[in-house]
């Protein structure tokens, strides 16, 4: 192989991961939308983090007890993340009471987290996963991925992923938990 051929390799490749989601993670499936996971119909695994953004001092899966839950794993260098973050301020401002939106940072330093919030519209607690001890529970295949969770602590739905068009998916998923 030529030094060129695998350089246009890495640059598709590389392509095709923006458009879908960022997989910084290893393992797992590139693919945008609803994925099966091995934690899809298992509770979902407890975690306790300092908040960076928002107005809790933690953030902790207790935090949406009873209530139906979103937790995002994002990070600050992923551009599909831009994207979701509004949904998912726009998810929590509609089924305010309802549901519960947390966002999970996997970056190696927290510095950036609150300006990408904000420039990013969230309106949602954010913790930060210092050491990636609790991505490495929840396993997410790309970031972003969102882990939306029923009543009971089970979690329900993996979307792997961020594109335009995905908002309905989601929406229909949590819809479908509250009824």
């Known amino acids: 192989m030529t030094r060129q051929y ?10 095709a991961s923006a458009a879908l989601g960022c997989n910084k993670m290893g393992g797992g499936s ?3 939308g609803a994925t099966s996971h091995s934690l899809v119909g298992a509770p979902a ?13 933690k953030v902790s899966l207790a935090d949406g007890a009873g209530k139906v839950m979103l937790v995002d794993f994002w990070a600050t260098w992923c551009e599909p993340c831009k994207d979701s973050f509004p949904h998912h301020a726009k998810l929590a401002e509609k089924y ?12 190696d330093e927290p510095g950036g987290i609150a300006d990408f919030a904000k420039k990013n519209g969230a309106k949602f607690n954010i913790g930060w996963d210092e050491g ?25 739905y993996v979307h792997a992923g961020f594109r ?3 908002e309905a998916e989601i929406d229909a998923h949590v819809a479908e938990l509250l009824k």
Do not use: C, E, W
Request: negative net charge; hydrophobic residues 45%.
């Open 30 to 32: 590139q693919s945008a």
């Open 96 to 107: 305010a009471g309802q549901v519960v939106v947390i966002a999970i940072s996997i970056d």
């Open 45 to 57: 695994p407890a975690f306790d983090l300092p908040a960076h953004f928002g107005d809790a001092k």
């Open 6 to 15: 695998f350089l246009g390799v890495l640059v598709a490749a590389g392509l």
């Open 164 to 166: 335009k068009g995905d």
């Open 132 to 156: 990636q001890a609790i991505s490495g529970t929840y396993q997410p295949p790309t970031m972003p991925t969102a882990y939306i969770i029923d009543k009971n602590g089970i979690v329900r």
